[in-house]
């Protein structure tokens, strides 16, 4: 390997080092006040598991919250899915590689197995690319095929930057309020039509931009 290999790769190390202890750093300043989180409790105490479903530019903070749950995460093939995977690997998440364009039927094939199989699973529906608050099939159909319910999840933050970027992603400040809101658990019968399925793809998508919405008024 040549010095300038060796460069490269000790920045890349330096850089994910600092990126994940700044990140714990920065989230464990935030106040955070929950609605509906007996959801979340009762289904501990059963031990279901379950789908959880947020919005691509709010997907921080879900990760942070939930990063001693058992949860499965599905992140692109991208470059920026690379530096996501190494976060949620030292959040303890169980890292899916695949988008709706590169690996995502496979990639949605280990999803469904992992919610059979004890493993909660995070999905952002209108990832990895958009357009935004648009909800994709995936948490729905890994729902109906694994037989777990769907909780949708809206995040809302005081403080924060926004990104440049297709999803607006939200960077909260340090020590700012944030809340967050669930939905009761939706089931999603294995026998639905194409049409019911699409049917209730379209009612989480009108929940969550609901949800959504109430989280961000403080």
Not at 10 to 28: E, M, P, V
Not at 180 to 208: G, H, M, Q
Request: charged share 30%; with cysteine; net charge positive.
């Amino acid at each position: 390997m040549n010095t300038k290999q060796v460069k490269q790769d000790t920045l890349r190390f330096l850089g994910s080092f600092l990126l994940k202890h700044s990140l714990d750093a920065l989230c464990k300043t935030l106040r955070v006040s929950y609605k509906n989180k007996k959801v979340i409790d009762e289904l501990k105490k059963k031990k279901q598991n379950y789908v959880l479903a947020f919005w691509h530019g709010t997907m921080l903070l879900p990760w942070f919250l939930h990063r001693d749950d058992g949860f499965a995460a599905l992140t692109s093939k991208s470059k920026d899915g690379d530096l996501l995977a190494k976060q949620l690997k030292h959040w303890k998440y169980k890292v899916v590689r695949g988008s709706s364009s590169k690996g995502g039927d496979v990639a949605l094939g280990i999803m469904v197995d992992l919610a059979k199989n004890g493993y909660s699973v995070s999905i952002t529906p209108d990832g990895p690319r958009g357009p935004e608050f648009e909800f994709k099939a995936g948490a729905v159909i890994t729902a109906k095929k694994s037989g777990v319910p769907v909780v949708l999840m809206g995040i809302g933050i005081k403080s924060k930057k926004k990104l440049k970027s297709w999803d607006k992603f939200q960077i909260p400040n340090p020590f700012s309020n944030v809340k967050v809101i669930y939905s009761d658990p939706v089931y999603v019968d294995t026998k639905l039509s194409y049409d019911e399925t699409s049917k209730v793809i379209e009612e989480c998508e009108n929940k969550l931009i609901e949800l959504q919405k109430e989280a961000g008024q403080f």
